[in-house]
């Protein structure tokens, strides 16, 4: 469970606790069952994180809407989006293991997630990781609901895959960029778990 839990969920369930007071029990219903769902969501179960040294996790838990050639920086690589669900887990880990190179935090628009100009217009920190094998990129981009990116880690650090990395409030989108050697081992509308799913691999002459 992540810390933030507490901060939004208590109030809720002690609100609805004081309407059963007077009896208003619908109220009271409503407020609990809203408490209870801020819990849900965020939840942060253990993951089981690949060992193979070329694997690329997801990032995030949830669905690949896109799987794109795009530019960045003026290098050609593979961009891949996935889309959180409100119900989702949200708690974000990297998708590889080595220095956090840059955090870049950029504010933006709150576009839904699902839309493509999402990963260029909306909020989101842009987190940059170097290793042996290259660089690679992914984006906590905020939603129309989600208005809050989080990233728990900080430039020079050094993380492990699957490690956590941040989170992102109430629904939203993460977007990986991995140079074109990278092999992409997803498709379209694949559910992904964070930590877990394989979500590249790199060119194993790497």
């Not at 690589?77 to 889309?83: A, E, V």
């Not at 895959?161 to 081992?185: C, H, K, T, Y």
């Amino acid at each position: 469970m992540v810390r933030d839990a507490y901060k939004f969920a208590l109030p809720p369930l002690i609100a609805g606790g004081v309407c059963l007071i007077p009896g208003w029990r619908v109220l009271a219903a409503i407020l609990i069952f809203l408490g209870l769902f801020v819990f849900y969501f965020f939840r942060d179960p253990q993951r089981e994180i690949p060992s193979d040294h070329n694997a690329v996790v997801s990032p995030a838990d949830g669905h690949v809407v896109q799987i794109v050639d795009e530019l960045l920086d003026g290098v050609m690589g593979h961009r891949i989006s996935i889309f959180l669900a409100i119900w989702d887990v949200h708690v974000q880990r990297a998708p590889v293991s080595g220095r956090i190179a840059s955090v870049v935090y950029k504010p933006g628009k709150f576009y839904a997630a699902m839309r493509s100009a999402a990963s260029v217009e909306n909020e989101q920190n842009i987190i940059t990781v170097a290793t042996p094998a290259g660089g690679l990129v992914f984006k906590q981009i905020a939603g129309a609901i989600a208005r809050r990116v989080i990233c728990w880690k900080s430039e020079g650090e050094i993380v492990s895959r699957g490690e956590r990395v941040g989170l992102i409030r109430f629904g939203s989108r993460v977007d990986v960029w991995l140079p074109m050697e990278a092999q992409v081992a997803v498709r379209l509308k694949q559910k992904v778990k964070g930590g877990e799913s394989l979500l590249a691999k790199w060119n194993s002459t790497t």
